[in-house]
């Protein structure tokens, strides 16, 4: 599947431009780390490629979701934008597992990694009280922006979840697929162990979430032996968001090393 881009690109492209590939995370957007992408783009050579994951965004809908069907998207949208190599890879939470994934197919042509508060393991987080509150709405046929907020409220205690889901109401609808993702969630919160890539990775994580936690180091490492895991101080899950002046430098340090 090809997937629905936004490209920034206001350099001159040459062989030595880095191509940075932004994921976003679960129920997000391409929109989702715009800000991000326009702040590298300002202070690097580079091409800035935001994708919408399949059943979000612009991108088309369908009942196969995995780690596997997913990286292969990355790929065929790559082979589509005729990008083979300096390839940069950003990803939040499940974008974030994406690009983890993607060693296994783009073994050498990635050059560096940035995961945002995901780890490559299991995870057994409910999304029972989100998936509700989205069904609330769906199933109310409810189109005004304002009432959809309201409801959030009432099931869903995190600001910044709430404000994510927003992005994606659109026109009276959510511009993701809930019946698909739900099908699929077995999946997006499973994890294989991978074949040990050597390469650069870079672990932000936010001081007030639990995704990275540390009885996950071992799985990091394992998989991951070159990693680097910084703490994001004053920040959660979300951390993109919550902390950007820390989140923008340590991204921006990494990719010119």
Same mark, same amino acid.
């Given at each position: 599947?090809?997937?629905?881009?936004? +490209?920034?690109?206001?350099?001159?492209?040459? #062989?030595?431009?880095?191509?940075?590939?932004?994921?976003?995370? /679960?129920? &997000?957007?391409?929109?989702?780390? @715009?800000? @991000?992408?326009?702040?590298?783009? #300002?202070?690097?050579?580079?091409?800035?490629? /935001?994708?919408?994951?399949?059943?979000?965004?612009?991108?088309?809908?369908?009942?196969?979701?995995?780690?596997?069907?997913?990286?292969?998207? =990355?790929?065929?949208?790559?082979?589509?934008?005729?990008?083979?190599? *300096?390839?940069?890879? =950003? &990803?939040?939470?499940?974008?974030?597992?994406?690009?983890?994934?993607?060693?296994? =197919? /783009?073994?050498?042509?990635?050059?560096?990694?940035?995961?945002?508060?995901? $780890?490559?393991?299991?995870?057994?987080?409910? !999304?029972?009280?989100?998936? !509700? $509150?989205?069904?609330?709405?769906?199933?109310?046929? +409810? %189109?005004?922006?304002?009432? %959809?907020? #309201?409801?959030?409220?009432?099931?869903?205690?995190?600001?910044?979840?709430?404000?994510?889901?927003?992005?994606?109401?659109?026109?009276?609808?959510?511009?993701?697929? =809930?019946?698909?993702?739900?099908?699929?969630?077995?999946?997006?919160?499973?994890?294989?162990?991978?074949?040990?890539?050597?390469?650069?990775?870079?672990?932000?994580? &936010?001081?007030?979430?639990?995704?990275?936690?540390?009885?996950?180091?071992?799985?990091?490492?394992?998989?991951?032996? *070159?990693?680097?895991?910084?703490?994001?101080?004053? $920040?959660?899950? !979300?951390?993109?968001?919550?902390?950007?002046?820390?989140?923008?430098?340590?991204?921006?340090?990494?990719? @010119?090393?």
């Amino acid at each position: 599947m090809i997937l629905d881009q936004l +490209i920034i690109n206001n350099n001159n492209s040459n #062989e030595f431009q880095q191509n940075i590939i932004l994921l976003h995370g /679960l129920f &997000g957007n391409k929109n989702s780390l @715009l800000s @991000l992408g326009t702040f590298l783009n #300002e202070h690097l050579n580079c091409k800035i490629i /935001l994708l919408d994951l399949r059943n979000h965004g612009c991108s088309a809908h369908h009942p196969n979701m995995n780690y596997i069907i997913m990286s292969q998207d =990355i790929l065929d949208t790559l082979n589509f934008l005729n990008i083979y190599k *300096n390839i940069i890879i =950003i &990803g939040h939470s499940i974008g974030g597992k994406i690009a983890m994934f993607l060693t296994t =197919i /783009l073994y050498n042509s990635i050059s560096k990694i940035i995961v945002l508060d995901i $780890a490559p393991v299991c995870y057994n987080y409910s !999304f029972k009280n989100i998936f !509700f $509150a989205l069904e609330q709405v769906y199933i109310k046929n +409810i %189109v005004i922006k304002k009432q %959809v907020s #309201e409801i959030m409220k009432l099931y869903i205690h995190n600001k910044y979840i709430i404000n994510m889901l927003l992005q994606s109401f659109y026109k009276g609808k959510w511009n993701f697929n =809930i019946f698909f993702i739900k099908k699929a969630y077995k999946h997006i919160s499973s994890w294989k162990i991978l074949k040990p890539w050597v390469g650069n990775i870079l672990f932000l994580k &936010g001081m007030k979430s639990n995704y990275i936690n540390h009885i996950y180091y071992n799985d990091i490492f394992r998989q991951f032996p *070159n990693a680097i895991i910084f703490n994001i101080p004053n $920040a959660g899950h !979300f951390l993109h968001v919550e902390n950007i002046d820390s989140v923008y430098k340590r991204i921006l340090n990494f990719c @010119l090393q």
